[in-house]
Structures are given as C-alpha cells and as structure tokens.
C-alpha cells in the first residue's frame, strides 16, 4: 500500500484534458512538503515531468501542469496525445521516514 | 549528459545476497544526494535508501533496515548497494536516481537492474 493515494486509472480521448489527483497525509504533503509528477512509459524507467508543485524541466511540453491545492495537489494534461499514455506517479518528501514517498501510480488510456 | 548507469543485478536464492552499482556521469556527482528506487513487477515505485554528498548521512525504507546498505565513491564516481539476506518481496527493478539540488525530487533516473529472489 502507497504511503501516497492516486486513482488507479483515467482515460481521455485524444485532445482531450484529463487530471490526476494525489492524496497524502500530515506527515508529507499536508506538511507543506512539495510534489512532483513522474511520466512512465512501458518498459523504461520513470522520466521527472513536473517539480515543485508546477515546475516543468527542459523539455517537457507545456500541456503537461501541476496544481496545488490544499492536501490534494493534481496532475492536468490538456490536448492528450497517443504518447502519452503510461503510468503516472505522484511523490512527496515524508519527514517520517527521512525519504521519498510515491503514490501507487495511475495508468492514462487514450482512448 | 547526465548518465546513470546501473549493474550488478540478477537471479539470487533466497537469503543470498548481490552488490549493485550505478555509475554516474556528466556532473559533478559528489555534490547531491543520490538514491535508490525499486519496483516490483506490475507494481508501483518503491524508494529504497538515499545518501548524502559525502556519505555521512544514510536513510532506508523500514522494510530494508538491518540488510541493504547504500554506499558511495566519489573518486569513481559510483553509487552502491549492498543487499544481504533476499526476500522473494525484494524481487524488482533497482534504478538509481538522483535528487534535484534544492527540491526532493529524482531528476534522473538509471535504467534499472533487475534482481529476482527464486529457488
């Protein structure tokens, strides 16, 4: 069971806008830690696609955003596209545990 | 580029043991943070145990504590880890990863060592 809670799956049709939305706990998020989103294409190993709540690295397109609110930030991805479809992770800093913490992950089906 | 390239994996009996490696390149590599991530197959990610720039300081997944050590060697600009004691729950992909300097967040990523744990 993931320290950090995640909808199994969402779907969207291609343009199409869908969100992710990551729950937590006193101990990580709700501490004011900050989340980063992770995109995971089959086979491959997980790619950094927003930090800091809404901060993209190079190279990541702008159809890809992180909001923040409250204890329950989300992941938004407009104008979807065949490419995009993966496993999408949420994480957080846990003071717990001194470490990351993920959320379960969320499979995105373009439809 | 910044490269993390991970080694080391592979089939191990219950209760044996395995040393992976991850070797780093283009950046400075004794100036972050440096963790590992595991995940099971089909499953989500895991992370494992992280250290800082000069090794002084350590911190693991309680699952782990007592059998995985995470090392480091600046000169050869290497990460490691040593895991004793395999479970078949420890069965996964390793990657090493790097923490993003200011944030908690792995900014890159290895391509993962397979280790399974089967009689």
């Known amino acids: 069971q993931s320290v950090l809670t995640q909808p199994p799956s969402v779907s969207g049709a291609p343009g199409q806008r869908v969100t992710i939305s990551c729950t937590g706990s006193?101990?990580?998020?709700?501490?004011?830690?900050?989340v980063h989103w992770y995109q995971q294409l089959p086979g491959t190993a997980p790619k950094l696609l927003i930090y800091?709540?809404?901060n993209r690295p190079s190279g990541v397109p702008d159809r890809f955003s992180g909001s923040e609110s409250g204890t329950s930030p989300s992941l938004a991805i407009t104008g979807l596209q065949a490419e995009d479809e993966a496993d999408y992770y949420c994480?957080?800093?846990?003071?717990?545990?001194?470490?990351?913490?993920f959320g379960g992950g969320t499979k995105l089906t373009v439809l | 580029e910044v490269q993390l390239v991970e080694s080391g994996g592979g089939l191990v009996q219950p209760g044996g043991s395995l040393r992976l490696s991850c070797a780093a390149s283009?950046?400075?590599?004794?100036?972050?943070?440096m963790n590992w991530v595991r995940q099971a197959p089909g499953k989500g990610l895991e992370w494992v145990a992280n250290?800082?720039?000069?090794?002084?300081?350590?911190y693991y997944v309680d699952s782990v504590k007592g059998r995985f050590t995470i090392s480091r060697d600046s000169a050869k600009n290497s990460l490691y880890l040593q895991v004793n004691s395999l479970r078949a729950e420890d069965t996964a992909v390793y990657y090493c990863?790097?923490?993003?300097?200011?944030?908690?967040?792995?900014?890159?990523w290895g391509q993962g060592s397979p280790v399974t744990v089967s009689s």
């Open positions: 994480q957080s800093y846990d003071s717990s545990l001194s470490g990351p913490v």
């Open positions: 800091g709540n809404n």
């Open positions: 006193s101990s990580n998020i709700g501490a004011g830690y900050d």
């Open positions: 990863a790097r923490l993003r300097s200011g944030w908690n967040a792995l900014d890159y």
């Open positions: 283009g950046f400075t590599f004794s100036d972050y943070w």
């Open positions: 250290i800082n720039q000069d090794g002084s300081e350590k």
